[in-house]
């Protein structure tokens, strides 16, 4: 039952307190973690790794391969000011690769996601998307998509990349390109095998 009066400030508050309980247990939590290794710098470096492990474990968990909607098309149209632009518009608002740093045999989650706007109302760009893993400069997998499809709105685009269980250790970047009619897209993002 609400109490009489504003309901949402009741709501607010409420969210506010198990917030502020939250933090305090976090709090509580890395304190103690700190005290109890504070001698130990090298087990320091461990349980600071296995948080991070964990937390881009939980994230690639929740992704799956194949492209998702985040906003539809008049959406990024005003966001944009698509009517400005020249047409087709593609922006790649974020390029990322989860883990940063993982051991060979491992599998990595390339995480893209951009925008579009298109020419014609619900026409999309259709082209040559390349992933090519480099390794001192060298490339060491390609992946060509030929009929690769950037949509109309916001989209998120996950791939998987198992790297080689005797792949050498030291830094690699992955270089995605798209191709299509004039239209020329190159990111990059580097990671590292442990």
């Known amino acids: 039952m609400m109490p009489p009066g504003n309901g949402r400030s009741f709501v607010s508050t409420v969210k506010k307190k198990r917030a502020m309980m939250l933090n305090y247990f976090l709090l509580t939590g890395i304190w103690l973690a700190l005290v109890s290794c504070a001698d130990s710098k090298a087990y320091w470096n461990d349980f600071t790794k296995s948080i991070q492990t964990a937390y881009w474990n939980t994230v690639k968990g929740m992704r799956k391969p194949g492209d998702e909607l985040i906003s539809k098309p008049q959406t990024v ?42 020419s014609k109302e619900a026409s999309i760009v259709r082209g040559k998307l390349t992933r090519a893993i480099y390794y001192q400069g060298h490339p060491v997998l390609t992946d060509d998509m ?21 792949a050498p250790p030291g830094n690699y970047s992955l270089t995605t390109t798209f191709n299509a009619g004039g239209i020329e897209i190159e990111e990059s993002e580097s990671f590292i095998v442990e």
């Open 77 to 118: 149209w005003q966001q944009y000011q698509c009517d400005k632009l020249m047409l087709p518009f593609i922006l790649v608002e974020t390029n990322e690769l989860l883990p940063p740093q993982l051991p060979a045999g491992q599998e990595l989650n390339h995480h893209m996601i951009y925008v579009m706007c298109p």
């Open 146 to 166: 030929e009929n690769f499809e950037f949509k109309p709105g916001r989209w998120s685009v996950d791939a998987f990349i198992k790297v080689a269980p005797q």
